[in-house]
Structures are given as structure tokens and as C-alpha cells.
T-cell receptor
Framework: QKEVEQNSGPLSVPEGAIASLNCTYS??????FFWYRQYSGKSPELIMF????GDKEDGRFTAQLNKASQYVSLLIRDSQPSDSATYLC?????????FGAGTRLTVKP | NAGVTQTPKFRILKIGQSMTLQCTQD?????MYWYRQDPGMGLKLIYY???????DKGEVPNGYNVSRSTTEDFPLRLELAAPSQTSVYFC????????????FGPGTRLTVT
């Protein structure tokens, strides 16, 4: 079982819709959780991080964490073509960062 | 501030050759990291350092070495390049109390043939 699992996609949504990206993990000791966005050929950039169960909102982005179910998700409201990228889920535990393989999102105008 | 810089941007190596990937940050970050990213995959941690003189292995350290003589620099050494080391290598840095805010360099694309 992979430590961080993501649906590779591609996930395609129309402009203005909500994009929902999901991630499950196996390490119950994970302390913090991150979503990175990576444009093709570029380095990852941090979008959101979440430590506690529940929701965390930042602009059009909402991260949701459920530690009991070992599940973290990212919702993107009012999706824009500029949101088209690969989204990497990552978790941190004791100086060790583990990444999922990423979900490729395409937002169609 | 230049942030995190990496050199070279691209490199082709023959099997068995060695090289050093350079990484420098000018943000006075204590923590630095080396990741590799294979096509269609997430990043895997190779080595990390929590300060000058201190390094530790990550998930995939075999075939690599690192050193950290200064806060600014964290070079990654490949001694005997193998085709399995063909990848994109990213260096990152962060403050110790803000490990969630990792700043990534632009990456080095390495091909071993």
C-alpha cells in the first residue's frame, strides 16, 4: 500500500465549477498535511496546509482533514483555467515529508 | 533575495560518471532538503539537513551523498551515476518552526545514459 494515495486523473472540470481533489494516507503518526500545486516543468508551490481535523479555508481553496478516516481533500471553488496543474498531497512526520503522485486537474474555459 | 537557486538546470551524464548538484539559499533558512521527482510521480526525499554540519537520510538516500558546511549551501553528490538516477532534482529550504513553508528551487533535470 502506498503511503500517500491520490487519483492520478486527469480531472476535468468546467470553468466556474468546484474541483474536488482527494488524498488518503497510511501513516497515522502524520502530523501535518499539505497541498502543493505544480505547473508543468515548474517546481511545487505550497497552496494550503492543515494540522487539525475539520476545514480550513483560504480564498477559493478549502482543505479538509479527517484523521480518523486518514483522508485529506482540497476543494477549489470557482475554478479558473489558471488552476490547471498537478496537485500534490503531502504529509509530514518527524522531519520526513512524503508526497503523493499528484492529480492532474484541467479547467476548461 | 534570490530565494533557492540550483545549478545546473540540465545535465546529461554517462553511466559511472559523478557530479555535484548545487543548491544555495539566501533566506538564512536552517532546514534544507533534496528531493527527486520521477515522471508522473510525486517527490521523494533523498536527504535533509537541519543546520550546518548536520545531515540525515530521507526515503531514498542510496547512491547519493550530501554535505552542509554552511547555512547557505547544500550540495548533492552522485558518485557513480546509474540510469535509475535519471530524474528531476529539487532542492528546498525552510525555517525550523515553519517547516510547512518549504521554498523550492527551479530544479535540475538529470539524464543518465
Amino acid at each position: 500500500q502506498k503511503e500517500v494515495e491520490q487519483n492520478s486523473g486527469p480531472l476535468s472540470v468546467p470553468e466556474g465549477a468546484i474541483a474536488s481533489l482527494n488524498c488518503t494516507y497510511s501513516d497515522r503518526g502524520s502530523q501535518s498535511f499539505f497541498w502543493y500545486r505544480q505547473y508543468s516543468g515548474k517546481s511545487p508551490e505550497l497552496i494550503m496546509f492543515i494540522y487539525s481535523n475539520g476545514d480550513k479555508e483560504d480564498g477559493r481553496f478549502t482543505a479538509q482533514l479527517n484523521k480518523a478516516s486518514q483522508y485529506v481533500s482540497l476543494l477549489i471553488r470557482d475554478s479558473q483555467p489558471s488552476d490547471s496543474a498537478t496537485y500534490l498531497c503531502a504529509l509530514y512526520n518527524n522531519n520526513d515529508m512524503r508526497f503523493g503522485a499528484g492529480t492532474r486537474l484541467t479547467v476548461k474555459p | 533575495n534570490a530565494g533557492v537557486t540550483q545549478t545546473p538546470k540540465f545535465r546529461i551524464l554517462k553511466i559511472g560518471q559523478s557530479m555535484t548538484l548545487q543548491c544555495t539559499q539566501d533566506m538564512n533558512h536552517n532546514y534544507m532538503y533534496w528531493y527527486r521527482q520521477d515522471p508522473g510521480m510525486g517527490l521523494k526525499l533523498i536527504y535533509y539537513s537541519v543546520g550546518a554540519g548536520i545531515t540525515d537520510k530521507g526515503e531514498v538516500p542510496n547512491g547519493y551523498n550530501v554535505s552542509r558546511s554552511t547555512t547557505e549551501d547544500f550540495p548533492l553528490r552522485l558518485e557513480l551515476a546509474a540510469p535509475s538516477q535519471t530524474s528531476v532534482y529539487f532542492c528546498a529550504s525552510s525555517l525550523p518552526d515553519r517547516v510547512n513553508e518549504q521554498y523550492f528551487g527551479p530544479g535540475t533535470r538529470l539524464t543518465v545514459t
